[in-house]
């Protein structure tokens, strides 16, 4: 550690290395111990989201109702966190030379999942939407219908054709998937789907007569982006993008 990290963070690497046991066995109990965490965090993640869209988006219109609409928003952010990671590693591939440790396997097996969860996220649409067509009942399609006629209906079918059409029609081979550059675009593809589908949510319910995007919704996106970026920066400038055994053994990563 005295050779390889700042002066500055010594400490702080020192208080993380403390009780060190060696690779192998800090390996398996990092392993056992995000087993256990990662259900956690994913039943807690969706339990917050289905909450915030009840509390934040269907309050707004309190006399319409969906069992399904929690986990239709929870589905999306897990797809924008997902096409995130994609976007991330494709850019901190490039920076910072890590072609050895994420490589094409690892676009693909991302890739793959991006495709597989736009289609579950079309999947849920339809579920919502199937049951309020069939049943027809004026207290829940009226919902449905502002949304999908004028002034809002080229932004839902925009929302539409971003977040599953072209994600599916362009991730459905190898080649798009294991490609950096390609996986970018599909990612940034599905995240500005996703935002305008946050807005498709929200808008109609307050002003349902005009379609419009105003500073506070630009200067929100652009604040929580430069917060994100901002993070990320900071972290991957403070701590290994990779395993330091294998950075100093001068090996790759292990693919899958």
Request: glycine share 6%.
């Amino acid at each position: 550690m005295e050779n390889h990290v700042a002066p500055e963070l010594k400490p702080v690497y020192e208080k993380l290395s403390e009780g060190w046991r060696g690779d192998e066995a800090e390996a398996a109990w990092q392993r056992d111990r995000l087993a256990m965490r990662a259900p956690q965090v994913v039943l807690a993640f969706a339990v917050f989201f289905t909450v915030y869209a009840w509390d934040f988006i269907m309050s707004l219109t309190p006399r319409w109702s969906s069992t399904l609409f929690g986990w239709w928003v929870f589905m999306g952010a897990f797809l924008s966190g997902i096409a995130m990671t994609a976007l991330l590693a494709t850019q901190l591939r490039a920076k910072y030379r890590l072609e050895a440790y994420i490589t094409p396997h690892h676009f693909w097996d991302i890739g793959k999942i991006a495709f597989g969860f736009s289609i579950f996220w079309v999947y849920q649409f339809w579920s919502q939407y199937l049951v309020i067509w069939y049943a027809n009942l004026p207290e829940e399609t009226w919902w449905v219908f502002l949304r999908f006629e004028e002034p809002w209906r080229p932004l839902a079918f925009t929302v539409f054709t971003f977040v599953f059409v072209l994600p599916f029609l362009g991730l459905m081979n190898m080649f798009t998937k294991k490609s950096p550059l390609w996986l970018a675009v599909f990612s940034l593809i599905i995240l500005s789907g996703m935002w305008m589908e946050r807005h498709i949510l929200v808008m109609p319910s307050i002003n349902p007569d005009q379609m419009w995007v105003g500073l506070p919704e630009i200067g929100v996106t652009i604040g929580f982006l430069g917060v994100f970026g901002w993070a990320v920066q900071t972290f991957v400038t403070r701590y290994p993008a990779v395993m330091t055994a294998d950075a100093l053994a001068r090996v790759g990563g292990h693919g899958h």
